[in-house]
């Protein structure tokens, strides 16, 4: 399997730019990528397993593996749940698969984002980064005539680092737009 170009990109430079950064004593120190985390809540999609179904396909689709179902874990009247109704799907990404997900949702996904400025500069603080998408129609692989309702995702960005500048730094430097610090 040919190694992707994001991941023999990060060895090359964006660690040496890192280390240079930040000054790290030990290479064992400088971030790296852990995991990337799709989730897609299905609230609209529970009433219809034909939904659910092409939702978890479209997710299948994005990601290049089988999505996980979230399950309710028991019954609320008042917002029409049941137990065991499938509430949402999860996908975590690792090694290969994840750094081409990464270079695919940097350099083809966001361009096609309407109104698009960058996203926020804001971790949690952990070395962990997540943002939202509204529209799941801004990934090539969704087929659009399949297509019957705008399904937003959440996905998140997971890495070894301490704290969010250095992560911030190390997605940018993997190509994640993120907007100006002035901004």
Same mark, same amino acid.
């Given at each position: 399997?040919?190694?992707?170009?994001?991941?023999?990109?990060?060895? !090359?430079?964006? /660690?040496?730019? +890192?280390?240079?950064?930040?000054?790290? @004593?030990?290479?064992? !120190?400088?971030? @790296?990528?852990?995991?990337?985390?799709?989730?897609?809540?299905?609230?609209?999609?529970?009433?219809?397993? !034909?939904?659910?179904?092409?939702?978890?396909?479209?997710?299948? %689709?994005?990601?290049?593996?089988?999505?996980?179902?979230? @399950?309710? @874990?028991?019954?609320?009247? %008042?917002? /029409? +749940?049941?137990?065991?109704?499938?509430?949402?799907?999860?996908?975590?990404?690792?090694?290969?698969?994840?750094? =081409?997900?990464?270079?695919?949702?940097?350099?083809?996904?966001?361009?096609?984002?309407?109104?698009?400025?960058?996203?926020?500069?804001?971790? =949690?603080?952990?070395?962990?980064?997540?943002?939202?998408?509204? =529209?799941?129609?801004?990934?090539?692989?969704?087929?659009?005539?399949?297509?019957?309702?705008? !399904?937003?995702?959440?996905?998140?960005?997971?890495?070894?680092?301490? %704290? =969010?500048?250095?992560?911030?730094?190390?997605?940018?430097?993997?190509? +994640?737009?993120?907007?100006?610090?002035? %901004?």
């Amino acid at each position: 399997m040919q190694e992707a170009v994001l991941k023999s990109r990060y060895h !090359q430079s964006i /660690k040496k730019q +890192l280390q240079e950064k930040f000054q790290y @004593k030990n290479a064992m !120190q400088i971030p @790296k990528m852990v995991k990337v985390v799709i989730s897609m809540g299905l609230a609209e999609a529970s009433k219809d397993k !034909q939904l659910i179904e092409l939702c978890l396909q479209d997710l299948k %689709n994005i990601s290049g593996q089988k999505p996980i179902s979230n @399950k309710s @874990k028991k019954a609320i009247s %008042n917002f /029409k +749940l049941r137990e065991n109704q499938v509430i949402g799907a999860t996908v975590t990404l690792r090694g290969e698969r994840m750094y =081409d997900f990464i270079e695919r949702f940097a350099h083809i996904c966001t361009p096609r984002i309407p109104d698009f400025r960058g996203f926020k500069r804001k971790g =949690d603080g952990r070395g962990n980064y997540s943002l939202g998408v509204k =529209d799941q129609m801004i990934f090539p692989e969704i087929n659009l005539d399949t297509l019957r309702f705008a !399904q937003g995702m959440n996905i998140t960005f997971v890495t070894s680092a301490t %704290n =969010d500048n250095e992560c911030l730094e190390l997605l940018s430097l993997m190509g +994640l737009p993120l907007k100006s610090k002035n %901004n």
